[in-house]
């Protein structure tokens, strides 16, 4: 058991009064654990009083301190375990009735004693001589030194203090019966030592009381010590209640002062040099305070804020970790902060973060808000805010070289990019149109943004827009929502990791709005520049900068698009492309693309133009290149397995040539010694290609084409074949998928001249067909649709007219005259040309009006080798879109009227000319 001292620091509420340090003796266990600390000041104030009364005997018995000094006022707890001082105690203050009063004296060594004298006696402010008794001591032992003996020649003080027991307590120590006392004492009153004589086992002394004297100064410079130690709390209690000449003492004693000074204090006894040194050391006292907490100012102000927060982190992460609490999660929120920290957010969003990250310190990884809230700072720290990838001066003829290398033809298309790019070179921050490239599937829309963003150097990010009907799609949900989570735009950027990427809006025709709000309107926004400088996310909730994204959009049909988005995007069309264009594009960039993708070479499989023609013409019938580019992958998938096996069949013999086992079968049979060779291979399996290279090139041809692909899945012989009965007419139509042909079949049955239409059609052509059927009917009689004596015939009748593909929805004005020749076809019993297509829309006055996607049409038309194609006259200029070498292949006919249409649509001539056969 040993003891410290324990200083409690009293703060002054005032910055005139420094802080006050009380000290507390406690004691410490053998194990280290401290016992909790009374706190004695309360009975400190009433015992002051009663030491102005206290009567001090002529003995007392002596207590010595070693190198302490117990001053009037102070309280201690000492702790007896020595013969002397328990001999003492037990017959002082224990077995006496009335509690009485013992003498405190400081002891020290002689040596010591020698040095310090000749200073001391000197010294100024010392209102005595310093004069020690010497006597030789057997056994004196204090309160620290357990079991120590106190031997040889020690010095005793000749001023002491009368103290007397505020408390006791016996213990007897097991096993060996050893008794010990606790005490604790209060200094009451100053005494000098006149006589010091050994009685037994302790000393006692003749003691006279030393009193002081007071004096004017010594009341100002209580009152000055009043006005610096303006205290709170007990210590104003203390301050209050205490008489001020017994303050100095009270003081001192709870500073941590040499034992030499304590001594000085000590034998102050006259009031005027005991408060001028308390004076003085309650200075020196305040000085060092200041002077620490000036540095320690000093010291704040030169750390950053975030310094600071640095420190105070690492600090409780010590006491976290000492308190064994620290587990993994408080290191992943530290990370996360660190995250945060490099994200290089603006300074509003990081208040916001700060403030999130405050919120969850506080929370328990299970409750419920943890893992939404982790969630939504894991984003704010993942998005880019500053980075961007680094844009190279831009090189305009390296630009078009990759555009170039990367898509056959599309000259208009390519040199529209090109121009968008020099604007840009020369005003970088130029708010220029979005480019919306408009096209069907598969004619390299995606492929040219990519391109884009290849020749700035910058990331790319496709986004696809299809099918998103909620606008909390674009823009989130709000994280109030259970599952809440960034829009696809944040999303996207995140991932892509720079605030400066090129970003695909695909298939931005393909949104739609319902009751769940219009993702149109959300996107307006962002592709405003001036508005998408501060685009709010809803789960985000703190604006994000979108206006160094390049933004590109894609849609497969303009009409779609709501005119306000469309308005902000420059439409580039990309038609569909001829057979020609096709056949080039798989050449020279499907076909090495496709054998790199299934690790093959044109070593291994080799596809002859006229293999990709029939592939072009039998396989496929759309207006861009994806399907083309899914037959020629099964073509090399096909070729990949059989590589496969002939690497399995090669090590049975170099001569095997080429490998099959057929020929492998007669030359083992004949008894031929086989001879094993070791084929080296490394990892790119290239020597296992070079020897391959000789033996196998697998050449594809029609037979081998109708293996893989199966039997052709078109042929030109289809519409002949659909057009056979009366009624069936063939139209042109433009679809999401590019120009298509699109057959109507019309038929009619007993009724009440009604019109039933079927085959998914949407309101426009559902009007056309009335239009239609309008049309006709008040022409029956001029077009000699109804035979003499059954005038009503076409009102008794209902109609049907479908449109085959019932699956594919279907809308559009341009179906009019097609579906006019199809009801006058079904009327006069006439078949309509096989080898005739016509497109045009019509009014009830019967005006053929023009159509739009005229390319389109008559590259459909060719895909199903239809060789006439009737045009509205008007649409004459759009023909210069058309490749002459699909018009020198094709008859086209303008008309003016629908009946120049009929005139052209049927074998033969007008048919209205003719009785019609009902
Ligand atoms: N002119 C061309 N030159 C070279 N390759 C092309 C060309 N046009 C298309 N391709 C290739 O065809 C494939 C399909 O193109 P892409 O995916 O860009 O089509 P898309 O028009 O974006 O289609 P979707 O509308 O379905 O998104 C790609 O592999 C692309 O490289």
Not at 255 to 282: C, G, H, N
Request: with cysteine.
């Amino acid at each position: 058991m040993r003891q410290e001292r324990v200083f409690f620091w009293f703060h002054s509420s005032s910055s005139a009064g420094g802080p006050v340090a009380v000290q507390i003796t406690r004691e410490v266990g053998a194990s280290g654990r401290r016992f909790p600390i009374r706190l004695l000041l309360r009975a400190r104030s009433a015992a002051a009083a009663m030491a102005e009364n206290v009567e001090l005997p002529a003995r007392l018995a002596i207590l010595p301190f070693r190198n302490k000094v117990l001053l009037p006022g102070a309280i201690v707890r000492i702790r007896c375990t020595s013969s002397y001082s328990v001999k003492l105690v037990e017959q002082e203050l224990w077995q006496r009735e009335e509690k009485g009063l013992i003498g405190v004296l400081p002891v020290r060594d002689a040596a010591e004693a020698a040095a310090v004298s000749s200073v001391l006696s000197t010294g100024s402010g010392t209102d005595s001589g310093y004069q020690s008794t010497k006597a030789p001591v057997d056994a004196l032992d204090s309160q620290k030194q357990d079991g120590k003996n106190l031997e040889g020649h020690i010095h005793w003080h000749n001023r002491g203090v009368a103290a007397r027991a505020l408390h006791l307590s016996r213990g007897v120590e097991k096993p060996s019966g050893r008794v010990t006392y606790v005490v604790v004492l209060e200094g009451l009153c100053r005494f000098s030592v006149q006589e010091l004589t050994s009685r037994g086992t302790y000393y006692t002394a003749r003691v006279s009381r030393l009193d002081m004297t007071k004096s004017a100064t010594a009341m100002e410079l209580i009152s000055i010590l009043e006005q610096k130690q303006k205290t709170v709390g007990r210590t104003k209690v203390l301050l209050e209640t205490v008489p001020v000449h017994r303050l100095a003492d009270i003081f001192v004693a709870s500073f941590e002062i040499s034992f030499e000074e304590q001594l000085s204090m000590l034998d102050s006894v006259d009031l005027k040099v005991r408060l001028l040194k308390a004076t003085e050391l309650v200075d020196r006292h305040l000085q060092s305070i200041r002077v620490a907490e000036k540095i320690t100012q000093k010291v704040e102000g030169q750390l950053s804020k975030s310094q600071k927060e640095f420190l105070l982190r690492q600090q409780m992460r010590a006491i976290k970790e000492e308190l064994g609490d620290n587990d993994d999660d408080e290191d992943d929120i530290a990370a996360l902060e660190r995250k945060m920290q490099s994200a290089g957010m603006p300074p509003n969003v990081w208040k916001h973060a700060q403030r999130e990250l405050r919120r969850l310190r506080k929370m328990q990884p299970q409750q419920p808000g943890y893992s939404s809230s982790r969630g939504y700072l894991e984003l704010l720290a993942d998005l880019p805010w500053q980075k961007a990838s680094e844009e190279l001066e831009l090189d305009l003829r390296a630009a078009k070289e990759r555009l170039d290398c990367d898509h056959y033809g599309l000259i208009k298309v390519k040199q529209r990019i090109i121009e968008y790019l020099a604007v840009r070179k020369l005003k970088p921050d130029v708010r220029g149109p979005v480019l919306c490239f408009v096209g069907p599937p598969g004619v390299g829309k995606t492929s040219l943004a990519s391109s884009i963003a290849a020749a700035l150097n910058r990331k790319f990010i496709r986004i696809s827009l299809g099918g998103v009907k909620d606008e909390a799609d674009i823009r989130g949900h709000r994280r109030t929502y259970i599952g809440s989570m960034p829009g696809r735009l944040i999303e996207g950027v995140k991932r892509v990791g720079v605030c400066n990427p090129v970003m695909l809006l695909d298939e931005i025709d393909k949104t739609g709005s319902d009751a769940r709000g219009d993702p149109a309107s959300a996107l307006l926004e962002v592709l405003d520049p001036e508005q998408n400088k501060a685009f709010s996310d809803h789960y985000l909730n703190v604006p994000f900068d979108l206006s160094k994204v390049i933004f590109v959009a894609t849609a497969n049909r303009a009409q779609p698009i709501p005119p306000p988005l469309l308005d902000r995007m420059e439409v580039i069309e990309l038609p569909g492309y001829t057979p020609e264009e096709k056949l080039k594009i798989a050449m020279r960039h499907l076909i090495p693309r496709v054998l790199d993708q299934h690790g093959l070479s044109s070593d291994f499989l080799k596809i002859p133009e006229a293999m990709v023609k029939l592939v072009i013409q039998r396989y496929t019938r759309e207006a861009g290149v994806r399907n083309l580019e899914r037959n020629l992958a099964a073509l090399a998938r096909a070729a990949a397995v059989r590589v496969a096996e002939q690497k399995c069949a090669l090590p049975l013999t170099k001569e095997v040539q080429p490998v099959t086992s057929s020929l492998l079968g007669p030359r083992l049979a004949e008894g031929a010694e086989v001879e094993m060779v070791d084929i080296p291979m490394d990892v790119n399996g290239h020597e296992m290609s070079n020897t391959l290279r000789a033996t196998s090139t697998i050449v594809v041809d029609e037979e081998l084409l109708e293996k893989v692909l199966g039997p052709p899945r078109f042929d030109d012989r289809e519409t002949a074949e659909r057009v056979a009965s009366p009624g069936v007419s063939i139209g042109l139509v433009w679809t999401s998928f590019g120009g298509e042909v699109q057959f109507v079949e019309a038929t009619m049955m007993v009724g009440k001249g009604d019109l039933h239409l079927t085959g998914q059609l949407g309101d426009v052509i559902k009007e056309s067909a009335q239009i239609a059927l309008t049309w006709v009917r008040t022409r029956a009689v001029d077009l000699k649709l109804s035979a003499a004596g059954e005038k009503n015939l076409l009102d008794n009748r209902d109609i049907h007219i479908h449109f085959p593909a019932g699956a594919v929805p279907k809308d559009g004005p341009s179906a009019g005259v097609t579906l006019v020749t199809s009801l006058v076809s079904l009327f006069s019993q006439k078949k309509v040309r096989a080898d005739t297509a016509m497109t045009g829309e019509m009014t009830l006055r019967g005006l053929v009006l023009p159509v739009g996607g005229v390319k389109d049409k008559v590259l459909a038309a060719n895909r199903y080798g239809i060789k006439r194609v009737i045009l509205p006259e008007r649409n004459f200029k759009d023909l210069v879109e058309v490749p002459s070498s699909i018009l020198a292949g094709m008859e086209i006919l303008l008309a003016k009227r629908i009946e120049d249409v009929l005139e052209q649509a049927f074998e033969g001539g007008f048919p209205w000319r003719q009785q019609a056969k009902l």
